[in-house]
Each structure stands twice: as C-alpha cells, then as structure tokens.
C-alpha cells in the first residue's frame, strides 16, 4: 500500500473536518447574533416604552443598539483591566515559585543529603 495515499486521504479529512468546525462556526455565530437582536428588542420593548415612554423598536433597531453599544464600549482599549490580570497573575507566579523554592529547601530528602 502507498503512503502517500493515506496521508492524503487523511488530509483531505482533515481539511473537511476544518471546514465543517468553520461553518458551524459561522452558524453559531449568526444564531446568537439574532439571539441577541431578540434579546435588546424584548427587553426594550418591554421596559422602556413603560418606564421612559419611548417608541417600541424593530429587530434590526435593536441590532443597531447591540453594535453602537459594541463601538461606545469595546472600541476603546482597557488598559487597567489587563494591566489589572496581569499584575495578579505576576503576583501569584512570584508566591507560588517562593512556596515551591521553600517546599524545596524543607523537604525531608534534602534535609538528609545535608546531614550527610
């Protein structure tokens, strides 16, 4: 047998599999983006025509509200909020190295190789 077909075989396999996980992909995304559409429209629908006496909104309004919300909101960077992990994940890295450095020194094996 040549093993040049079944490493193509497998690879065409694999390129399908890629390409389905990516459609799904796509599809999941584009339901939860109406999901989400749904969502802002119930919501506001509901809440603000009661409370504020606004106008009731369509689907693709509601939308325009999720991806005006997405540009006020995520367009401008946060440099706290990552600088923030950051710092926490550097801390516990230093703790967690200085208690094995310790667990190290204290440990009965090395104790013993002293005493010899």
Same mark, same amino acid.
């Given at each position: 047998?040549?093993?040049?077909?079944?490493?193509?075989?497998?690879?065409?396999?694999?390129?399908?599999?890629? *390409?389905? &996980?990516? !459609?799904?992909?796509? @599809?999941?995304?584009?339901?939860? +983006? $109406?999901?989400?559409?749904? *969502?802002? &429209?119930? !919501?506001?629908?509901? @809440?603000?025509?009661?409370?504020? +006496? $606004?106008?009731?909104?369509?689907?693709?309004?509601?939308?325009?509200?999720?991806?005006?919300?997405?540009?006020?909101?995520?367009?401008?960077?946060?440099?706290?909020?990552?600088?923030?992990?950051?710092?926490?994940?550097?801390?516990?890295?230093?703790?967690?190295?200085?208690?094995?450095?310790?667990?190290?020194?204290?440990?009965?094996?090395?104790?013993?190789?002293?005493?010899?």
């Amino acid at each position: 047998m040549d093993h040049t077909s079944h490493l193509h075989c497998f690879s065409g396999r694999r390129i399908a599999a890629i *390409i389905g &996980m990516v !459609l799904v992909g796509i @599809l999941l995304a584009a339901a939860l +983006g $109406l999901l989400l559409g749904f *969502i802002v &429209m119930w !919501l506001w629908n509901w @809440l603000m025509p009661t409370i504020f +006496g $606004l106008p009731v909104i369509s689907f693709w309004q509601a939308w325009g509200l999720v991806v005006l919300t997405h540009i006020f909101f995520k367009s401008f960077p946060h440099h706290s909020k990552h600088h923030h992990d950051n710092h926490w994940k550097e801390h516990f890295r230093r703790k967690f190295h200085e208690h094995q450095e310790q667990r190290i020194e204290t440990s009965p094996e090395n104790s013993q190789e002293n005493e010899e």
